[in-house]
């Protein structure tokens, strides 16, 4: 390779490594994502689903058809995912008995996720993911398959709200509520 050559390739690499750096700074915001629109009919993929929980009993997301569902897939080696658990929590305390459920999907080995619901007292359902659920997950609208990816069933099984990235504690319990004043 001649000298040219070689100060074309690391001009060339050094671009791509910065274009890259700018990427992963923007994060889930550039990542593409479908529209609720566009998925809001593909409720019945989510409660098809049967996964095994962190004690290996197997959860059918159809058991709690008729309750409006947040689940939420996320794995506990990933940063954003363990920033917003802590509120998704503390929401799904207070909405417990409000027909509101919450369930955790996690890309995750289910020791790592045994201990993390210790750790962290999660009261809600962790049940846990392989390849093909980050495959329902591009179903389902995140086409990129990233995390956190937050889905919100209504009553009827709809999916009525995702998001690909954090949900804050306001956002969730607002878009909450507007379920909770349709359906009662």
């Known amino acids: 390779m001649n000298r040219g050559s070689r100060i074309g390739l690391i001009v060339t690499v050094s671009i791509l490594a910065g274009l890259a750096g700018m990427w992963a700074r923007q994060g889930p915001a550039i990542v593409p994502r479908a529209s609720v629109s566009e998925v809001a009919e593909k409720g019945p993929l989510l409660l098809a689903v049967k996964l095994p929980d962190t004690s290996g009993a197997v959860q059918a997301l159809d058991q ?15 940063p954003p995912c363990l920033k917003e658990l802590p509120e998704f929590a503390q929401v799904s305390r207070r909405y417990a008995d409000k027909g509101v459920q919450f369930v955790g999907i996690s890309i995750d080995q289910a020791d790592a996720v045994q201990r993390f619901q210790a750790e962290h007292q999660i009261p809600y359902p962790l049940l846990i993911g392989s390849a093909q659920t ?17 889905l919100i069933l209504d009553r009827s099984g709809r999916i009525h709200d995702l998001r690909l990235g954090t949900l804050t504690e306001a956002d969730l319990t607002a878009k909450i509520e507007a379920l909770l004043k349709t359906s009662s």
């Open 134 to 150: 980050l495959q329902l997950a591009a179903d389902l609208g995140n086409p990129a398959q990233a995390l956190p990816f937050t």
């Open 64 to 78: 709690w058809r008729g309750q409006i569902i947040v689940a939420n897939f996320w794995a506990t080696w990933c």
